[in-house]
């Protein structure tokens, strides 16, 4: 299996937007669930979003629900995490990763994905 790319992060003012793109090198994502975590400095890294691969179901947490919207384009061989009404609590490095036991499963765990990126800083302050 191969590698995440992210992109889309920037610094953004509270309630703004932005768009997360999560791009696969050497596989297709297609074939996998994808998960939107997120590490704030001294903090853990915790699950926002995810999207399975066979139905689109989609999972997002309760901090972001109605906020945030997940999707995938497996033409392109990406996800995207686009993101509204962005507050400065969302301000993190933000990585996507695929399942690391089951191709088509979603988690809010980080130590059930692999396959990490660098990540994307996303700050949100004014």
């Known amino acids: 299996q191969g590698q995440l790319v992210e992109s889309g992060g920037g610094l953004v003012h509270p309630g703004g937007s932005l768009t997360l793109t999560c791009t696969a090198a050497?596989?297709?994502?297609?074939?996998?669930?994808i998960g939107w975590f997120r590490q704030a400095p001294g903090g853990e890294r915790e699950g926002v979003s995810c999207?399975?691969?066979?139905?689109?179901?989609?999972y997002y947490t309760d901090a972001v629900k109605g906020r945030f919207t997940i999707s995938r384009d497996n033409a392109k061989n990406t996800v995207y995490l686009q993101m509204n009404d962005l507050k400065p609590e969302d301000t993190a490095v933000y990585y996507c990763?695929?399942?690391?036991?089951?191709?088509?499963?979603?988690?809010?765990?980080?130590?059930?994905?692999?396959?990490w990126g660098q990540g994307t800083q996303v700050t949100v302050s004014s």
């Open positions: 990763g695929t399942p690391r036991y089951y191709a088509d499963y979603c988690s809010s765990k980080s130590v059930d994905f692999g396959s």
């Open positions: 050497g596989f297709s994502v297609g074939y996998y669930s």
């Open positions: 999207i399975t691969s066979r139905d689109g179901n989609t």
